[in-house]
């Protein structure tokens, strides 16, 4: 069976931000030539697949084709390797480990811990090997990855967000969220989820791919398009989500503007790299709702994505073709 994009069931979409239907449109195409198109909210500056496939029309991508499409279109790329289970639970627990001792001061050190999007449950597993009192749980579509986790004794709900027994469960003290916000098609409504399932004063901790820097690594804005990623983030567009929800962020770290060496460090250590790490705190809401409205961090935004803006940073810092140069004049470094 073969997946077919064109045919998949689509729908069209409103800004998931703001709720407005005006926008910029960024590219026509994935990065694997599938007909995507990514628009870019003119009120917000939210990024968005407008039209996207339909709910159902992820779940079959997903249960599938999805591992298989991620492997094609990756198979130019040298690191790319198939992990085991086995490996990738290791893998997430030294990440685990080392987000949760460069963010220590910001977490809560004991109560419940959700991590939305566990896998297997790894990064929950490296993040109790830091704070011994948290209560980790886990929410993992997955059958496979959820049963391995339950395996390694880290307690993991298999279903959505949307469908977590909270009322069992109790209020959490930290939810995370780590490489899965692209994923989502209601990201907004999962962060009202988190401030409703988080105690007061409880911390949301995302680490999301920055769709910019995303962009610039790769020269065009076209292969920073996946169409399991209907949401695109940048540090302002989620700022803007985090406090639109009740939030305020009291750690931000960006790596877009860091030189080649701290990558590196971070890369060796377990990091993702091209990524923001924040960390949220929910606060007592404020009694109106505050109309969100960006329109200049939105014009911004879309000059920044352009190829003149973008072309120059990708031939110096990721084509390789600068390399001796970079090297004599050490820029980066
Ligand atoms: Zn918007």
Not at 314 to 324: I, L, P, Q, R
């Amino acid at each position: 069976m073969m997946f077919d994009y064109t045919k998949t069931p689509k729908e069209y979409v409103h800004c998931n931000l703001c709720g407005k239907d005006d926008f910029f449109i960024l590219a026509e195409r994935s990065s694997n030539g599938y007909e995507a198109r990514a628009c870019l909210c003119k009120n917000c500056g939210l990024i968005y697949l407008n039209p996207r496939m339909t709910k159902e029309g992820y779940a079959a991508y997903y249960k599938d084709f999805y591992r298989k499409d991620r492997a094609e279109a990756k198979k130019d790329n040298k690191k790319y390797k198939h992990n085991s289970m086995e490996e990738g639970f290791l893998g997430s627990v030294r990440f685990g480990e080392v987000f949760s001792s460069r963010l220590k001061e910001h977490i809560n050190p004991d109560g419940i811990t959700i991590d939305v999007g566990s896998n297997s449950g790894g990064a929950l597993q490296g993040f109790k090997n830091i704070f011994p009192g948290i209560i980790p749980i886990g929410i993992e579509p997955s059958d496979k990855h959820a049963e391995f986790a339950n395996t390694q004794g880290i307690k993991t709900f298999r279903c959505l967000f949307e469908d977590f027994p909270r009322d069992e469960i109790g209020e959490a003290s930290n939810i995370f969220c780590f490489h899965t916000l692209n994923h989502l098609l209601d990201p907004k409504g999962f962060f009202h989820w988190a401030y409703a399932t988080l105690q007061m004063g409880g911390r949301l901790v995302l680490s999301v791919k920055n769709f910019r820097a995303q962009v610039k690594r790769s020269g065009t804005i076209k292969r920073a398009i996946q169409i399991d990623h209907p949401y695109m983030f940048t540090p302002e567009n989620l700022r803007l989500m985090l406090v639109a929800t009740g939030f305020q962020i009291v750690y931000e770290d960006n790596d877009e503007l860091k030189l080649r060496n701290e990558w590196t460090r971070q890369h060796a250590d377990g990091l993702s790299i091209h990524h923001i790490r924040v960390v949220a705190e929910k606060k007592e809401k404020k009694e109106q709702e505050i109309p969100i409205s960006a329109p200049s961090a939105a014009r911004v935004l879309k000059h920044q994505l352009s190829w003149w803006h973008v072309l120059p940073y990708y031939f110096v810092y990721h084509s390789g073709k600068m390399k001796y140069f970079r090297k004599i004049f050490r820029i980066g470094y």
